[in-house]
């Protein structure tokens, strides 16, 4: 696929791929080659909360050179707007969340939106004007916000492309020995959260996984489930894990169904989640947070938003009460317990069809969380029983 690319300039390219297929890693070798290869101007675009642990790892393998530059769409449209100099190629990285032209989110991101940019609709659409060959990472299952590219900005900007898929799972290890393999698990996660939606036809699902994975009750299993004490179970089975292999980067994500402010993560006497005599609070930090030097970095619990394009060793996620079941079996949104304002519509644009996407924002979510670890899941249900009778029905698992 990389010779392909180096061979057709002109040819741009969607790379679509679940979680823990490689995108970020046929993303880093295609850059490599051209680098080595070529003297093309290329631009790669990532998250602003991997930016600077992007750099650093271009660095260490010595990819840093002037004809490349690592940086958000934002400063990237906007750096061609002081200085128009067209890019070669532009490889972006999670394209499924580049923003849209939305009043609701970080002003930011609408500044770009000026001089030939003035009357696009979308980050992809300014980008599309300053790279000469254009590289997109995508995954459908990821979106999370309202002010993200919807499904159907991003179908219509890349009709012409030529779509390519991923389907070898890297992230994700199956236990040596077991019937199962790292695939019936992702499928399964798939179908637990999306098979009303309407969307497994847009990945690579295949319903033919082997339930076994979610059935596995040994110690050494890759998934499993706490239905007593979520937080206290979750912390139990990492911290039993950090003590055979303190090499191991294990940490507790969670939906987001505790309310958090900006100027939390400054404090750390102020925490979210509590449980009998258990506190902990969220992430103090989005960017670069697997490495913060926080004392408490390892005890803290993650949000979606410090662990998108990170792997992790074992990991335990809080499934919250913002996921709810209706009277057929199909899961849906509830605002009421979902604790992140730029994660819903305004009450101005609330319509069915946003309400379904609103839905899909939040399995979205949960999907990322359930799919960082490499090694190990379990999962706790946050005051969300509910949740964990329509997974043992869901993957037949009693």
């Known amino acids: 696929m990389i010779q392909e690319i180096i061979d057709n300039p002109n040819k741009n390219y969607v790379i679509n791929g679940d979680a823990g297929t490689g995108k970020t890693v ?46 958000t769409s934002t400063k990237l449209i906007n750096g061609y707007i002081k200085t128009p ?40 659409e300014c980008i599309q004007k300053i790279g000469k060959q254009i590289i997109l990472m995508y995954d459908v299952l990821k979106v999370i916000r309202p002010a993200n590219i919807t499904r159907e900005q ?18 994700i290890q199956a236990p040596k020995g077991k019937s199962y393999t790292s695939d019936d698990y992702i499928n399964g996660i798939k179908y637990l959260l999306y098979k009303d939606t309407g969307l497994l036809d847009k990945t690579s699902f295949n319903p033919n996984f ?22 206290k179970n979750l912390i139990d089975w990492i911290e039993d894990n950090r003590n055979y292999n303190p090499d191991h980067i ?3 994500l969670g939906g987001l169904v505790e309310k958090w402010k900006q100027n939390d993560g400054k404090d750390s006497s102020i925490t979210h989640w509590h449980e009998d005599d258990i506190k902990r609070r969220w992430n103090s930090t989005q960017e670069n947070w697997i490495n913060s030097k926080e004392m408490d970095t390892e005890d803290q619990i993650g949000s979606v938003f410090a ?10 996620v ?9 009277e057929e079996g199909k899961l849906y949104a509830e605002e009421s317990n979902f604790h992140n304002v730029n994660g819903m519509f305004p009450q101005k644009d609330k319509t069915p069809e946003t309400y379904f996407e609103f839905t899909l924002f939040v399995l979205n979510i949960y999907y990322v969380l359930l799919t960082r670890g490499i090694d190990g899941i ?9 949740f964990m009778k329509h997974l043992e029905n869901t993957l037949e698992i009693k």
């Open 307 to 316: 662990v998108q394009g990170i792997d992790l060793n074992k990991v335990g």
């Open 210 to 231: 082997d339930r076994d994975v979610f059935r596995d009750n040994s110690e050494d299993a890759y998934f499993g489930y706490f239905k007593e004490k979520p937080l």
């Open 250 to 252: 294990n940490r507790i």
């Open 26 to 71: 046929l993303l880093t070798h295609t850059v490599a080659r051209l680098l080595t290869e070529t003297t093309k101007r290329i631009a790669i675009v990532v998250q602003p909360n991997w930016e600077k642990t992007a750099k650093e790892i271009f660095k260490v393998y010595g990819l840093n050179n002037s004809h490349l530059s690592i940086l």
């Open 378 to 386: 379990r999962s706790g249900f946050w005051k969300n029983k509910e």
């Open 154 to 171: 991003f179908a219509e900007a890349t009709k012409d492309y030529e779509y390519k898929y991923l389907t070898t799972q890297f992230r």
């Open 85 to 124: 100099n067209k890019f070669d190629v532009i490889i972006v990285d999670e394209s499924h969340k580049m923003s849209r032209k939305y009043s609701k989110q970080h002003p930011n991101f609408n500044t770009v939106y000026q001089e030939n940019f003035i009357d696009c609709l979308h980050h992809l």
């Open 318 to 326: 809080l499934i919250g009460n913002d996921l709810q079941v209706d």
